[in-house]
C-alpha cells in the first residue's frame, strides 16, 4: 500500500490554472472510477472538493474539475485565488477494498 | 456531523480507544473510516468498516494492532489501538462515505471530524 505520487508542490499566480498530478497503478487508480480529492487549509480537517474522479460535490467551485488516463489521476484548478492555497490530497479505493491516499501537493498562489 | 473523542498521551506499548460520534443522518446506512495525520505529514487511510459490521479492513502498515468496531444503534464507531509506537502518534479523522445530489452513495468521504490528536511518547 505504498502512496500514491504527487508533486510536493505546485504553484501559480492569480488567475492561472494549475494541475495537480496523481500515479497509482493498475491496482488502484487505474482499476475503478473511484478517485477523490481533498484540499486541506492548515490546522482543519480535509474537504472533498472531486469524487468518483470527475465529480464535483455541491457547494464546490466549478473551478475545480477532475480527469484520469490511465493509472494517473489529475486535479485542475482554473482561476487560481488565494483561497485556493492549501494542501492537496488525491485518495484511491483498491482492489484490495482499501483506500491509499496520496504524497500531498502543496499549493502556492503567487 | 462527526466529532471524534478519546484521544491523549499515552506511553509506547499502551492502549487506547477512539470514538467517532455521529449526528444529522442514518449512521446505519453508511461505510465509515478512520484516516491519520502525523505531525507535518500527508494523510493515511487506516481502516474501514461497513454499515453493517460485515466488512472491516485496515491499513497493512498496522499489522493487526488496531481493531475498528461500530453500534449503530449509538452512532458511533470506535478505534481500538494496542501496542502504541511513537510513528502512532498523529491526528485521527473519522469520516463517512459521501452522499451525492443524486442519493448515491460514493466512494468520497465527506463529512469529516475535527479529529483527535494521540501522542505516544516513551
Known amino acids: 500500500q505504498s502512496a500514491l505520487t504527487q508533486p510536493a508542490s505546485v504553484s501559480g499566480s492569480p488567475g492561472q490554472s494549475i494541475t495537480i498530478s496523481c500515479t497509482g497503478t493498475s491496482s488502484d487508480v487505474g482499476a475503478h472510477n473511484y478517485v477523490s480529492w481533498y484540499q486541506q487549509h492548515t490546522g482543519k480537517a480535509p474537504k472533498v472538493v472531486i469524487y468518483?474522479?470527475?465529480y464535483r460535490p455541491s457547494g464546490v467551485s466549478n473551478r475545480f474539475s477532475g480527469s484520469r488516463s490511465g493509472n494517473t489521476a489529475s486535479l485542475t484548478i482554473s482561476g487560481l485565488q488565494a483561497e485556493d492555497e492549501a494542501d492537496y490530497y488525491c485518495?484511491?479505493?483498491?482492489?484490495?477494498?482499501?483506500?491509499?491516499f496520496g504524497s500531498g501537493t502543496k499549493v502556492t498562489v503567487l | 456531523q462527526l466529532v471524534e473523542s478519546g484521544g491523549g498521551l499515552v506511553k509506547t506499548g499502551e492502549s487506547l480507544r477512539l470514538s467517532c460520534e455521529a449526528s444529522g443522518f442514518a449512521f446505519n446506512k453508511f461505510t465509515m473510516i478512520w484516516v491519520r495525520q502525523a505531525p507535518g505529514k500527508g494523510l493515511e487511510w487506516v481502516s474501514s468498516?461497513?454499515?453493517?459490521?460485515?466488512?472491516?479492513y485496515y491499513a497493512d502498515s498496522l499489522r493487526g494492532r488496531f481493531t475498528v468496531s461500530r453500534d449503530n444503534a449509538k452512532s458511533v464507531m470506535f478505534l481500538e489501538m494496542h501496542s502504541l509506537r511513537a510513528e502512532d502518534t498523529a491526528i485521527y479523522f473519522c469520516a463517512r462515505r459521501l452522499l451525492s445530489d443524486y442519493g448515491v452513495i460514493t466512494r468520497g468521504f465527506d463529512p469529516w471530524g475535527q479529529g483527535t490528536l494521540v501522542t505516544v511518547s516513551s
Open positions: 468518483d474522479v470527475t
Open positions: 468498516i461497513s454499515s453493517g459490521s460485515t466488512y472491516m
Open positions: 485518495c484511491s479505493y483498491t482492489t484490495s477494498s482499501t483506500y491509499v
